[in-house]
């Protein structure tokens, strides 16, 4: 595709149940990125990969949160046994190289009730 | 370790000047910035490289100040297009980009 994407677009679910949050970055691309933003809020980093490896992963609150890209290609967000808190803009981003620019998708919009 | 925007918020008319700045208290190799609008995806504005290379917008310039470890977005002659929440990404050299606090800016008519 022309663009990153990503789906669903939104998502509501119940707490405690787990939720997949999938990102199809731009064709070439090696680094992939995610990011969450609460209401009003800034970008939080959760974590990056570089090809299928996540070097960094400092960004994700907590164990209940994983995340694997597979191919070089698509990736997945898991968040198991949400949590109300949870609730916020999940956006993927895509770039080609290191220091390059970062394509976002539109993002997913999880609502957890 | 999250770059601090300053101001948090401004207000303009059309043909104002506004700067943003981006203070990072680690050491830069890079620093993006971006620009959302409400309900949209951050959209990519400028890169500023370690050593003065910048590439980007053609309407907007920035300066990268390497040892104050710090970035200033000018925007000249405002548009309502103008409108929106601006980051900055810095980055150590590494893949890795963490934005800032954000700057809310309304440009009105």
């Known amino acids: 595709g022309a663009g990153v994407s990503q789906s669903p677009s939104n998502k509501v679910t119940e707490k405690g149940k787990d939720v997949e949050l999938r990102c199809d970055p731009i064709s070439g691309h090696t680094a992939l990125y995610w990011y969450r933003q609460s209401l009003g809020q800034g970008l939080e980093f959760l974590i990056y990969f570089q090809g299928n490896s996540a070097p960094d992963k400092s960004g994700l609150p907590s164990d209940r949160f994983s995340a694997e890209r597979t191919g070089g290609s698509v990736s997945t967000l898991t968040i198991q046994r949400t949590q109300q808190e949870d609730s916020a803009v999940y956006l993927c981003?895509?770039?080609?190289?290191?220091?390059?620019?970062?394509?976002f998708g539109s993002g997913t919009q999880l609502s957890v009730l | 370790q999250q770059p601090v925007q300053s101001p948090q918020a401004v207000i303009l008319r059309e043909g104002e000047d506004a700067v943003i700045n981006c203070s990072s208290s680690k050491a830069l190799y890079s620093v993006h910035w971006y620009r959302q609008k409400h309900g949209e995806a951050p959209v990519f504005l400028m890169i500023?490289?370690?050593?003065?290379e910048q590439k980007g917008h053609e309407k907007i310039s920035a300066s990268f100040n390497e040892k104050k470890q710090q970035s200033s977005l000018y925007l000249t002659a405002s548009q309502l297009s103008y409108s929106g929440t601006y980051f900055c990404?810095?980055?150590?050299?590494?893949?890795?980009?963490?934005f800032g606090t954000g700057t809310r800016l309304k440009v009105l008519a």
């Open positions: 500023l490289l370690k050593g003065g």
């Open positions: 990404g810095t980055s150590p050299g590494t893949y890795k980009y963490i």
């Open positions: 981003a895509s770039s080609s190289d290191r220091g390059e620019k970062l394509f």
